[in-house]
DNA sequence: CATGAATGAGAATTCATTCAT
DNA sequence: TATGAATGAATTCTCATTCAT
């Protein structure tokens, strides 16, 4: 009795602590965060706003954990493609393809942790995430003109390049509200070639320099 | 005397409009659209609230109309550039490399347009503004593409990617208090680089898949 | 015009923080720090909620004003009979006489400063106010010892004693919803006489210490 | 069987209130009333908040008991002393001295039922305690006045007065996170001085008026 | 035309109290 | 009996916008 009440308790709270997470990704991917009020999210998620307050500090607190939870999902796909097998540039381009795929098909949530505002705490933890993303990259890259393929060339430059590039060519597709795009495929792929260019070596060096 | 009470009355009128632009700028460009409330944009113009709204029907159209100017000077510079002489490789890498360059010297009201988040009405002006950025490069883009110079590729997509390349390589170094990038002019000649070869021919096209 | 406009306008910000203060010094009177929110006391004083914050920063800088302003009413007097004509143990006697009686007759607004808790900074606030009220018999004593009158003592510790004695003999029938005096006067009398018997010579020292 | 699950149901009864009241006690002690949420009260006491609730009707009615109970102590201690041996002055002195010792050496529970605010009742009830506290001291002015040791006076208002000038002189000292007395003894003295001489006859009877 | 005082609709957060388990 | 999750009313503070003067 006493194990199970346990037990169920802590399915419980978990279950609450998702629901909440869900309830604000649900309505930052519909609204962006200027919808995503406390109230809002309580309602959302079937519950009153003091219970918000019992799993998260701070409003800001809850929307840097649904970035962080948004991202670390991401992330993990990306390493998985980062250190999987393949060329850097084989890599590179599944990377930022399976990304975008992601962004363009499921719920716009990208949206809220590339484009939008927020509390300030909020954007100092979206800059951290955005870090993380091109961290990726930078690794790939890093491969990348080790093995050759790539040519020598500022990695951090490079790496934050890259998060805009696809970040910036998703923003209109997926803002809140924002048309839905046609030919979806076919910008997945632009999207990837893009990258894959921007950091290769070209035929015959821009003759700039 | 009717007549040139109007006269002055109209110079008047444009000379508070430009004020009032010019404290919102000001504001906008040192701490970003939180720190630019109207009764702050007021007194940085030195004037009444009741002013603003004389001028604009409310908070999100001054500040579309800040960027919208603000953008105007970038597009004049931009176009300038590209209709200006140079292969179309070295006019995007200069168009790429002016941008960037007054974005990290000046004030950084880039910021604002850029990354920041504010009323819908803004945000959907900020999508406006960088679609228009965009479009200079894609007239280079497509110069380039039939001279030659460029492989043919998604233009609107290329150059979404370009604007988000330089932009997001930009947000960190240029956030309201964030830390001075050390190296600029190897920032910016790593983020140029980069858009330029995103849209050239590598040397040997990349073996995707 | 401009003139009376200004003159107007200073008179109207007077006359607003004036009542803004009145209301609470009556919300206080009445019911304590628990009964003054900001929206009773907006209310009370006839504007909205925005009003008060316009002329107070916070709740707390509102309170601390409130008693402040009512205690400087009660030192400029104190003070007044303090360094006026008379023995030290007259002038005792009238400033204690003089408090008391006030606090008596008119609002019961002394309990605010006197026995009410409120928040961190207006409870420091409170202790600094006693502690003036505390000064200024401590002034009177002070002349009091030199000149004879007086044996040596703790000037600090009498100084306070006299003080909460004067203060917990009003607690009583000035506290909220306390029982009404009957003989104002002759309660009026024995405080008084109590603090200056407190600081005076006894006939046959105690045979204490 | 039944029986004995009982009484040790009462046992657990009674240990669980004297839990909750040490509890809060303590709280009380160390942060004042507005640290003692009963939340906190529940977890100091290593139980939930709803077993509070089980013993006190609210949180009003558990402060109450606190202050109750701590002020039975003093009057226990008090009544001692002033139905024990020696002169009125002497026992008077010495029921000041013990209470003020107490208050100074122990924890600084004095502030809570002497200086802080809290719901209305437990403000009530706070006066109720501090006039139980001043019987103890009338009880020995009269026969202090009977024996001719003290001069005629109002009873009521010396009674009141000596609370509150120890309480007074305290209240600085003790109050929480306030900073600790130096030479705590001689004001300890000073104090008990002072509420000795402010009931005896002076040398020459105060020329008042 | 100019002013800036005034408004008041939110939005976040707290915490005593209840009640299903 | 015991738990502690859940509630939601209450409260402070902000700021775009209006309008009397």
Redesign the pocket.
């Known amino acids: 009795m006493a194990y199970r009440?346990s037990a169920?308790?802590e399915e419980?709270?978990a279950s609450?602590r998702e629901r909440i997470l869900a309830a604000a990704r649900r309505l930052i991917a519909e609204g962006g965060y200027r919808e995503a009020?406390?109230?809002a999210v309580a309602a959302e998620a079937g519950?009153?706003?003091?219970?918000i307050?019992?799993y998260f500090r701070?409003?800001a607190d809850l929307f840097i954990e649904v970035m962080t939870a948004a991202i670390a999902r991401e992330l993990e796909i990306l390493n998985g493609i980062a250190k999987g097998p393949g060329t850097a540039k084989e890599r590179l381009y599944a990377a930022v393809e399976s990304f975008t795929r992601r962004a363009l098909t499921g719920p716009n949530l990208a949206y809220a942790f590339i484009a939008e505002p927020a509390e300030p705490e909020v954007d100092i933890a979206r800059i951290r995430v955005r870090q993380k993303l091109g961290n990726v990259f930078k690794a790939i890259l890093k491969e990348g003109i080790t093995a050759g393929e790539f040519p020598a060339q500022d990695m951090d430059a490079s790496a934050a390049c890259i998060v805009g590039a696809y970040t910036e060519a998703l923003v209109g597709p997926i803002a809140p509200k924002g048309q839905r795009v046609k030919d979806q495929e076919r910008l997945i792929q632009s999207i990837s070639d893009f990258c894959v260019r921007a950091v290769s070596q070209p035929i015959n060096p821009s003759g700039k320099r």
Do not use: F, W
């Open positions: 009440r169920l308790m419980r709270l609450n009020q406390i109230a519950m009153s706003t003091g219970m307050y019992r701070s409003k």
